[in-house]
Nanobody, 125 residues
Framework: QVQLVESGGGSVQAGGSLRLSCEAS????????MAWFRQAPGKEREAVAY????????YYADSVKGRFTISQDNAKNKLYLQMTSLKPEDTGMYYC??????????????????WGQGTEVTVSS
């Protein structure tokens, strides 16, 4: 059974840091696209960061460039999102996603076939 499980969310003050993790299981291939999305209350889901599991290509939303870093540990089947200099506008539910076929822009949710249940991040001012 294919599964993505996020962890690491929590409540921090502005300027703080958090590290999110996503553990993947049940996938027969390590090749694919992985990304972090987030959804704030009352807002649409938005892409935060992307990584190609085989080549390491990475992309970031403009709003998080220089503050967030996406990384992976293929040996552990884990995806990470290191978040620093957090702002109240970073508050939301963060989701891990994985796709195995292309055709869409990295920030388009249709690129991804599998989604985790999310981990909540709250940044207070």
């Amino acid at each position: 059974q294919v599964q993505l499980v996020e962890s690491g969310g929590g409540s921090v003050q502005a300027g703080g840091s958090l590290r999110l993790s996503c553990e993947a299981s049940g996938f027969t291939s390590s090749s694919g696209y992985m990304a972090w999305f987030r959804q704030a209350p009352g807002k649409e889901r938005e892409a935060v960061a992307y990584i190609y599991t085989r080549g390491g290509s990475r992309y970031y939303a403009d709003s998080v460039k220089g503050r967030f870093t996406i990384s992976q540990d293929n040996a552990k089947n884990k995806l990470y999102l290191q978040m620093t200099s957090l702002k109240p506008e970073d508050t939301g539910m963060y989701y891990c996603a994985r796709g195995t076929s292309g055709g869409y822009k990295w920030s388009d949710g249709r690129q991804y076939n599998y989604w985790g249940q999310g981990t909540e991040v709250t940044v207070s001012s």
